[in-house]
């Protein structure tokens, strides 16, 4: 039942190192790195040269080599990869959420073909157990729904905007002086990465495969210092919020969206590059789990109750899926947001259903109202465009 | 690797009846309750009378029934039919913390003996799945410390103090009358409930057994307005607390006492019924965990979750156990307190370290001094005669 692991390493960025040294103080673990596959085996590192090489098939080919571990960011090349380590033979861990979220189906499919195992709880919240839970834990037919703040940087730039009164481009910086987003942020301020974790967090509570491309994603790049006056007058906070809810008996919707969260809710105290998320079901009401979502040591942290679990030869079962008919997603219900616009040709993009409240002036203009999410997502691809922010407020969902 | 589940059901109180409603709104669960034994079978019930019987062997001997779920006040009752099932190469699921926490030896033998699975996540923290979580996720090495507060009654009794300005009495009374506290309510607020819940976490997060007579234990009932206007003055609220901390590579300490809590904990904020738990890790700093710890449903959700894991055949590994050395239980370290007492024979029972800061008057003193944890175990038993009240300070421990 307890398997020696001898890991082969594909990535040694900041997670990657970060599992080396996790590992190092974790003598009892029952894994050791025996290669590391790297871009570029002439940069300097702090691991002897032997340890390194540029193939990543020399790895995937030792027979000494029981379990893949790739960090990478590449998520065309962290795909060949893995696939190509299941067809072999080899499990696989991965924190790849673009990688894993675009490709369910397939691995999915090449685990049950391989018999070999994909573990990936690293790839959402960090060092948050979300996901082990969700399939292990959280029984389907009470399970409600899934909120989450599952982007620390984004998250920590909202901090500074709403705790440090800054701008959104001062807190983007300082994010990016700090590591904590990207020199290219779309990723992570405009929802992407949110939107592949939620895509995970969504099969494995219930059990539903949905196409990244089919659900709605905006971020916070258009916030400005008018919608951060409106949210602190009205004692919000907004928060990047990534939620699926379970909408009937058999549907769910899901969607990545500023939120305008008041004190009351959990995530209205996650801040800075915190992950919270809060798993609703009928029985128990609400629970909350909070924790370290993004930086090398949380992260490797996962990345290591992944390989111990490997060592126990444990699986995903994709339980959901299994057992249970999964609900389908639909987008036909409707969402209660603020949208604040400079022109009315923007505005003019927008069906709404019915206005409760509007706000005009030279500068910046807003309403709050109603707006099918279906309506909403057939203008996707078009909001980065447009001069406008969006943000939902409450919970509130109407199913049509 | 999926077995229908027939469970006989032992007791139908609160959580039992709660188990029944559960089980009744979630129809894909894999688990249906054949019969229920009970005290009383005359009692009026919203189940018709052929589904109980008083006689348990009635659940133990019939070979349909292949899982005991065991649901009852009584420790003793409890210890004796967990037993006797288990014997006859049933698997169980138990929500007795008291009667777990006390023969955890026994229960972890007869399990490997009768190759029988015992489960009892709903004993500590209702709902949250902590003891699955520290089980299969934290790996033992990186763990640091479990600090939680785990008793619902207690946390209400003091949210009522502390948010609604009420008294000890007064409060009680209000968590009596909503069946938060028992009549005899010594098991909650003088932290025995607490206390076996610790050691249960313990051993999943640790691997070591301690016997819960050895762990000092320091409830709430003692609390007085001038402890309370003590807290509030200085910016603490008083939290019953249980915390087990590695202090050095092979020990580690354990121990449930009133705190005085910085608004900068997470603890802090958990209020009214519910429980939360902090999880402290080498590599991913802090985590915690928050949700509903008592009441019917919350609970009975946590014992469905130990019931279809059962359908998947789970069974704790007791892994911290089966691979680590586990360290060892150690008292040898020193505690900042706050100590009130009204007469200097009360005080003098108190060996300290030394005193940092000294308050007399006619009706109430205090010090707040370094105390060793062996000197105050050393009067656990005489601590409830005397009218003194107790609360430590900050996590800062020192060993020597």
């Known amino acids: ?34 290669k590391v596959c790297i871009k570029n085996p002439e940069k300097k590192r702090n691991l002897s040269r032997e340890n390194f090489t540029s193939d990543v098939n020399e790895l995937i080919d030792d027979t000494d080599i029981n379990l893949i571990v790739e960090l990478i960011d590449d998520a065309d090349e962290a795909y060949h990869i893995v696939k ?63 909120t989450g703040i599952l982007n620390g940087s984004s998250n920590y730039i909202l901090s500074q905007i709403f705790n ?8 983007l910086k300082k994010a990016q002086d700090l590591g904590f987003a990207e020199s290219n942020p779309v990723f992570d301020v405009e929802g992407f990465d949110s939107l592949y974790k939620l895509i995970i967090l969504t099969v494995h509570g219930f059990g539903t495969i949905v196409n990244p491309d089919d659900v ?35 549907q769910i919707t899901l969607y990545v969206l500023p939120r305008l969260v008041t004190p009351d809710k959990y995530i209205y105290s996650v801040e800075d590059e915190f992950n919270g998320v809060v798993i609703q079901g009928e029985a128990y009401d609400k629970q909350f789990m909070f924790g370290k979502g993004a930086g090398g040591h949380p992260t490797a942290s ?13 699986k995903y079962e994709y339980k959901k899926q299994k057992y249970f008919t999964p609900p389908s997603y639909s987008t036909k219900h409707r969402l209660k947001i603020y949208l604040r616009y400079k022109n009315s040709d923007d505005f003019n993009h927008f069906e ?31 909001l980065p465009k447009l001069d406008v922010f969006i943000a939902y407020l409450g919970d509130l969902i109407d199913t049509y």
């Open 302 to 314: 996962a990345v290591l109750s992944d390989i111990t679990a490997r060592a126990h030869n444990y």
């Open 216 to 250: 709605l994603n905006h971020g916070i790049s258009k916030i400005s210092d008018f919608d951060i006056l409106y949210a602190r007058e009205k004692g919000y906070r907004i928060k990047l919020v990534a939620q699926v809810t379970k909408i009937n008996k058999n």
């Open 164 to 171: 440090h009164e800054q701008s959104y481009e001062v807190a």
């Open 84 to 146: 190509k380590a299941m067809q072999k033979g080899k499990s696989v861990v991965s924190g790849n959420k673009k990688m894993i979220a675009t490709h369910l189906t397939e691995l999915i499919q090449l685990q049950k073909e391989n018999k070999v195992a994909l573990l990936y709880d690293a790839s959402a919240c960090g060092s948050i157990p979300v996901i082990r839970n969700l399939e292990e834990y959280y029984d389907n037919d009470l399970l409600k729904s899934i």
């Open 352 to 382: 709404f259903e019915d206005i409760c409240e509007k706000y005009t002036s030279e500068q910046n203009s807003y309403v709050i109202g109603t707006i099918k999410l279906e309506n909403l997502l057939k203008i996707k691809k078009m």
């Open 1 to 34: 039942m307890n398997t020696q692991i001898n890991i082969g390493l594909v990535g040694f960025g900041t997670v990657g190192e970060g599992l080396y040294e996790v590992l190092q103080k974790s003598p009892n673990a029952r894994a050791t790195i025996k």
